[in-house]
């Protein structure tokens, strides 16, 4: 489903389900017929619903009751919400045209149109209270927007007042323009007056009051200002605000309203000097209109009471006695001369009158000036505004004056505008662009505005004909003058013209204008006094020098070219309405038609007749007519192609082609039906304004979006910015830290090279004396020496090969250290040997002393250590023990004997004690071989355990030597050489050992090196002893 449509379905939803009573816009009613249309109004009315739209116009019926639907909450509710989205309010008017011109940056102005007590004013009232209350606003603007709201009370007291139509009706008309800057701010703004009636101050119809400032002074006012002013309280006391006789109100609180008066008078910033002469002024015209004259014999005016007189030129400081003449005399130039010409009393009257009409309407004005001074914007920049249209509504009274002539004139025109802006216009537009159309007829009130005011022939240029006349020009003349030129007029009659039956409605001295709002009889009496609105010179002149500072600067200004003849009053009001028409031609319009409920102003009656005449001249069914034919909206391609191409992807960013073709791409995109839309020569028209409101709801979204996109885009431009001067900066910090660490290098590597020469030089004096080149070199030298020596000094003191190499100083310190070390490890060890190891090692010396590099066997045996026996004293026979005990055995091992005949093999105990040793077997002492006897010991050379006891034997029966083998070789002789201190008494042998079996019978033990360890008897009868050969080392 096509966006568009989407919104649409969704907005209409939520239409019904609001617009539970009647319709709330009349382009979507069945039938256009008038029935239905007040059918309508009246079920809306009669639930309180008093606003209803048709299209964008606005249709307001006064409910005369205060409805809660003004309030702050309804105001936030209406605030930037689309036209039809809620149900219809004036709010939703003001916002949508603050909107629009917020969006298009143009200005606008809203047209509040409809009869007098139709409820105008108060709709301009709402208008600007929202803007005021809901616009956004800062503390300085505060004041301003203040200022505006507060201009309101002042002006209606001054410029309203109660009519049989209306108790607060306006007796002027108001344009203000409110002006915003481009963020829709209230800025300041600007009123526009219109002809206000001032007839009213001198004279009220009966059941119609003055202005209400008067009443809410003498009412309201404090004692001491009225005492100050010369006043009594009450109104009853004063000719100008008795005559309708309906002084009091009841829906009008005089005391209360005068409070607001009061301090919106403050805060508009008129200060109290002028305030006080403002009331100087209020108070003048009451006292004014107490003066009164009666005739004397020649039927001349004279004072009948000066009091009001005294107070009067008291009030305005001007002096009484010419203020006295000017109202009784004319003073007429003849020639060089002046001539006074007393009045007749009325003559005094008039001249009392237009004193009064004259200072009160010039004040008036003067206050619009005060109020614009204060409500200016200061600001030059450019602004757009929008101007609210408040003017006097029309209006038919019994006896209709010069007043009503020009209220209904205004009036007319205005429906002109209307008709030219809406039905007309429209409708030329249609063809124009080419449009299909079936015309709508209307009725163009053209036709009364010509007859008004055409040039020469209208009513307006004959009135001002007859005023300025030479001769007896009276108001009927000019009725006659009427009747002479308008005749035939349709819209024109007079008693002479008519019919019969028309006739019998018609006085002589009337004539009558068919407008288009009805019928209204002008009684012609007054039109050329009021037209010509003259002011006597001599009054004037007075005037222009009071002391009140409001009057004189009013009085001064009004003629300043005395020669010339003023415009008459109805000249001057066509020529503003003529510009206020190009103001608001110039400006987008809304339209507010405001209908009157019921002429008794009596909450909740709806007087059908009455509406159903409103609804008639005011145009609405043709309006509803041309609407629900026509488009609701309408734009140049080029503008509505500019603002809604971002929603068509064919048009967004840019179109190339014609704009129209590129509307009818979007519009197709959008998916807008046939029926919804017409492409004109130069602009698109829209039928609905919901099809427009959705196509802007989708712009808004897409507005969003877009934003989003360009948000993500910027942010992406930021990051990639922030990246890139980061990445810059991180380059940079690189950059920086490099050469800091090259600058390093290059230090580092300076002094390197400094050092390195430094050593070589140092390097290559090392033998010279010492000097600033080498010292540091050669201290380095010992450091490095030394401090590589401690790593590796020998560990133990047999280690005589590890000293590390001295460099050529130190050689001579390496020696002492050398040995220093080294007396340093025998301390060590020397401390660390027990007294068994030192016996030990005593033992293994004698060891050494007698094998060592005589016999093969003996490096192997110095690393195996000695013990004390091999036998222990319980392995030895008990008997053997015994035996012996008293000797002290010293040593015992297990040996081999061999038979000294036949070399057999005999295991026994060697047992060496303090004096011999024993050879035992068992029990039995084999042999006892006394030290002192035992002349020598032989072993071989080779790796065996052969040993030979030499003995001396000069007893025949004793035993020859003793031949032994004995694992334990070295330690039995170290044992016995230290014992018997026999050292010298042992013999390494190389070859063969020769002993004697017996004294003189000797043989022998050979030896010889083999690969197994043999003892046997060899052929030779010696014994063989073949020994392994030794390990070499
Ligand atoms: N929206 C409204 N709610 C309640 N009462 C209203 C409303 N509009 C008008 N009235 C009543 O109707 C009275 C007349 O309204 P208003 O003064 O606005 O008429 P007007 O069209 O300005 O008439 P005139 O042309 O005489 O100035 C108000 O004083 C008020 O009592
Ligand atoms: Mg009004």
């Known amino acids: 489903m096509p966006l568009v449509a989407q919104v649409q379905l969704d907005m209409e939803g939520a239409l019904t389900a609001r617009d539970r009573v009647g319709i709330q816009d009349f382009v979507l009613l069945d039938e256009t017929t008038e029935a239905a249309f007040l059918s309508n109004l009246r079920k809306r009315f009669c639930n309180d619903l008093i606003y209803t739209y048709v299209g964008t116009l606005l249709v307001s019926v006064n409910p005369y009751k205060a409805l809660d639907i003004y309030n702050q909450k309804q105001m936030d509710l209406y605030m930037g919400v689309n036209f039809f989205e809620l149900p219809p309010h004036i709010y939703a008017l003001a916002d949508n045209a603050y909107h629009t011109m917020l969006t298009e940056f143009n200005n606008h102005f809203i047209l509040i149109s409809g009869e007098s007590g139709a409820g105008k004013t108060e709709a301009s009232k709402k208008i600007l209270q929202y803007y005021a209350v809901s616009c956004p606003s800062t503390t300085l603007l505060n004041t301003v927007r203040?200022?505006?709201?507060?201009?309101?009370?002042?002006?209606?007291?001054?410029?309203?007042?109660?009519?049989?139509?209306?108790?607060?009706?306006?007796?002027?008309?108001?344009?203000?323009?409110?002006?915003?800057?481009?963020?829709?701010?209230?800025?300041?703004?600007?009123?526009?007056?219109?002809?206000?009636?001032?007839?009213?101050?001198?004279?009220?119809?009966?059941?119609?009051?003055?202005?209400?400032?008067?009443?809410?002074?003498?009412?309201?006012?404090?004692?001491?200002?009225?005492?100050?002013?010369?006043?009594?309280?009450?109104?009853?006391?004063?000719?100008?605000?008795?005559?309708?006789?309906?002084?009091?109100?009841?829906?009008?609180?005089?005391?209360?309203?005068?409070?607001?008066?009061?301090?919106?008078?403050?805060?508009?910033?008129?200060?109290?000097?002028?305030?006080?002469?403002?009331?100087?002024?209020?108070?003048?015209?009451?006292?004014?209109?107490?003066?009164?004259?009666?005739?004397?014999?020649?039927?001349?005016?004279?004072?009948?009471?000066?009091?009001?007189?005294?107070?009067?030129?008291?009030?305005?400081?001007?002096?009484?006695?010419?203020?006295?003449?000017?109202?009784?005399?004319?003073?007429?130039?003849?020639?060089?001369d002046e001539v006074l010409s007393p009045f007749t009393v009325d003559h005094a009257i008039y001249a009392r009158d237009a004193l009064a009409k004259a200072m009160y309407g010039q004040t008036f004005t003067w206050l619009v000036n005060r109020i614009n001074e204060s409500i200016e914007n200061q600001d030059p920049s450019k602004k757009t505004v929008i101007g609210l249209l408040d003017i006097y509504g029309f209006e038919v009274f019994y006896v209709n004056s010069f007043e009503q002539f020009c209220i209904n004139y205004c009036n007319e025109k205005l429906q002109q505008l209307f008709i030219q802006l809406t039905l007309k216009a429209e409708q030329d537009e249609y063809e124009a662009e080419d449009i299909e159309w079936e015309p709508v007829q209307f009725f163009n009130n053209k036709i009364i505005c010509d007859l008004i005011e055409e040039k020469h022939r209208g009513i307006i240029s004959i009135l001002d004909e007859e005023c300025l006349r030479p001769g007896e020009a009276t108001d009927l003349t000019f009725l006659e003058r009427l009747e002479d030129k308008m005749g035939t007029h349709p819209h024109f009659v007079t008693h002479k013209l008519a019919d019969k039956m028309t006739r019998r409605t018609l006085e002589r001295g009337d004539f009558r204008?068919?407008?288009?709002?009805?019928?209204?009889?002008?009684?012609?009496?007054?039109?050329?006094?009021?037209?010509?609105?003259?002011?006597?010179?001599?009054?004037?002149?007075?005037?222009?020098?009071?002391?009140?500072?409001?009057?004189?600067?009013?009085?001064?200004?009004?003629?300043?070219?005395?020669?010339?003849?003023?415009?008459?009053?109805?000249?001057?009001?066509k020529s503003s309405l003529l510009k206020l028409t190009e103001i608001l031609m110039a400006k987008e319009a809304w339209y507010i038609r405001c209908l009157k409920s019921n002429e008794s102003k009596q909450p909740g009656h709806f007087d059908e007749a009455l509406i159903r005449h409103q609804v008639k001249y005011l145009g609405l069914m043709e309006h509803l007519r041309v609407r629900r034919a026509g488009f609701a909206y309408r734009r140049k391609y080029e503008i509505f192609l500019k603002r809604y191409k971002p929603l068509c992807p064919a048009t967004w960013p840019h179109w190339r082609g014609a704009p129209a073709e590129g509307v009818e791409v979007l519009v197709q995109h959008l998916g807008y039906l046939p029926n919804e839309y017409k492409m004109g020569r130069t602009k698109i028209f829209i039928r609905h304004p919901r099809t427009l409101y959705a196509t802007e709801d989708a712009y808004e979204r897409c507005k969003h979006e877009l934003a989003t996109r360009l948000q993500a885009k910027y942010k992406g431009y930021r990051a990639k910015g922030e990246f890139r001067k980061q990445k810059e900066a991180a380059t940079k910090i690189e950059t920086c830290w490099r050469g800091v660490q090259a600058r390093k290098e290059r230090e580092r590597r300076a002094w390197a090279v400094k050092v390195i020469k430094k050593f070589i030089k140092g390097y290559m004096t090392r033998g010279q004396a010492k000097s600033t080149d080498n010292s540091e070199y050669l201290a380095f030298v010992r450091q490095s020496y030394l401090n590589r020596l401690k790593n590796n000094l020998p560990k133990t003191v047999l280690d005589k090969s590890t000293w590390l190499a001295p460099p050529a100083v130190l050689t001579e310190t390496s020696e002492m250290l050398r040995k220093l070390h080294y007396r340093l490890m025998v301390r060590k060890y020397v401390r660390g040997v027990t007294a068994q190891r030192k016996a030990q090692i005593q033992l293994k010396v004698v060891t050494s002393s007698l094998f060592k590099g005589k016999k093969d066997s003996y490096p192997q045996s110095v690393s195996q250590p000695f013990v004390d026996t091999r036998i222990s004293e319980q392995e030895i026979n008990i008997r053997v023990i015994q035996s012996i005990r008293n000797e002290h055995i010293k040593y015992s091992v297990p040996v081999i004997k061999y038979d000294r005949n036949g070399f057999k093999p005999r295991p026994r105990q060697l047992v060496l004690t303090q004096t011999a040793a024993y050879v035992i077997e068992e029990a039995k002492i084999k042999q006892r071989v006394l030290y002192t006897s035992l002349k020598g010991i032989s072993v071989s050379n080779l790796n065996d355990g052969m040993m030979v006891f030499h003995i001396t034997c000069e007893d025949p029966k004793q035993k020859g030597d003793l031949v032994l083998q004995c694992d334990h070789l070295f330690e039995l002789l170290t044992k016995l050489s230290v014992i018997a201190k026999k050292q010298s008494a042992i013999n390494v042998v190389q070859g063969s050992i020769k002993f004697e079996i017996q004294p003189g019978k000797e043989n022998a033990v050979d030896f010889s090196t083999g690969q197994e360890p043999l003892v046997y008897k060899a052929k030779n009868g010696h014994l063989m002893v073949v020994a392994t050969r030794a390990r070499t080392r």
């Open 146 to 336: 203040d200022k505006m709201l507060m201009s309101n009370p002042v002006l209606e007291a001054f410029g309203n007042a109660k009519t049989l139509k209306n108790d607060n009706s306006s007796r002027f008309g108001k344009y203000m323009d409110i002006q915003f800057d481009s963020q829709g701010d209230t800025v300041g703004g600007h009123i526009l007056n219109y002809l206000l009636e001032k007839s009213r101050v001198v004279h009220q119809n009966h059941g119609e009051r003055n202005f209400h400032i008067f009443y809410q002074l003498v009412e309201g006012g404090e004692e001491s200002l009225l005492q100050q002013l010369g006043l009594d309280r009450g109104s009853q006391h004063y000719y100008y605000l008795t005559q309708g006789r309906c002084a009091i109100v009841s829906s009008i609180n005089d005391t209360h309203d005068w409070k607001t008066v009061r301090n919106a008078l403050q805060i508009i910033n008129i200060d109290e000097v002028n305030i006080n002469h403002l009331f100087g002024i209020i108070a003048s015209v009451l006292h004014l209109g107490n003066v009164h004259f009666d005739s004397d014999a020649k039927g001349h005016a004279l004072l009948n009471n000066k009091a009001p007189l005294h107070w009067v030129s008291n009030l305005l400081g001007v002096d009484g006695s010419i203020l006295q003449e000017g109202l009784t005399y004319r003073k007429i130039e003849a020639s060089k």
């Open 513 to 573: 204008l068919l407008h288009y709002a009805g019928e209204v009889t002008y009684c012609v009496v007054g039109f050329l006094d009021k037209n010509n609105d003259l002011l006597y010179r001599n009054i004037k002149d007075l005037m222009c020098k009071s002391k009140n500072a409001i009057v004189r600067e009013c009085f001064s200004k009004m003629e300043p070219d005395s020669r010339r003849r003023p415009e008459t009053v109805v000249t001057q009001f």
